[in-house]
């Protein structure tokens, strides 16, 4: 999958990175769109400490569910 990575203070990269394990209560979500918060515009400059490169930044995301674990029984694949 791509991902625009956060590797350093003040530089975010474009890279493929593997698609994420899933277990058997949880969804796996093609993400649609992500927006950035406070949070993580203090995290780009590096100076907050709590975000470690390399990582993915935004956590406020919306998108379609692509797998689901075995025990999921409320959504399905396309939701």
């Known amino acids: 999958m791509k991902a625009l990575v956060h590797t ?8 493929d990175w593997p698609i ?3 277990g058997p209560e949880d ?3 093609r993400v649609k769109a992500c927006a950035i ?3 993580d515009v203090k995290g780009y400059t590096g100076k907050t400490g709590r975000r470690q490169p390399p990582i993915i ?8 569910v692509e797998a689901v674990g075995a025990k999921v029984t ?6």
């Open 8 to 15: 350093a203070p003040y530089v975010m990269e474009l890279q």
């Open 20 to 22: 994420p394990d899933y």
């Open 27 to 29: 969804l796996l979500i």
């Open 37 to 39: 918060c406070g949070s």
């Open 57 to 64: 930044m935004g956590h406020e995301a919306a998108g379609v």
């Open 74 to 79: 409320d959504f399905a694949p396309g939701d």
